[in-house]
């Protein structure tokens, strides 16, 4: 599957705890409950979540290849709450979406 249908998936995964597909900045985004997004998919195929710094959830986000801090703007800027994950590690999107959303793997 491309980037966009594994996000998708991973939207009906999590339909049931009441996650909605919404959009953040222009690009595909969950949302929680509350109306607050906590992973969108970015343009180059990524997913980008909403992890907390300093947990260990966050930090073994950040070991996975080619993860990264988000930077939206490119500008050396980085969201550090929140984690790039590339879909080259798309068999972990979903335990790190339950994650950002709140409930532990």
Known sequence: MGAEEDFKQVGAELADLGVQRSRMMGRPALKDQAGKVFASLQRDGAMVFRLVRDTPEHAAALQLPGASL???MGKGREVKDWVVVPH???DEWTDLA????GRPR
């Open 88 to 90: 080259s590690s798309v």
């Open 98 to 101: 339950e994650v950002a959303l």
């Open 70 to 72: 988000f930077d939206p």
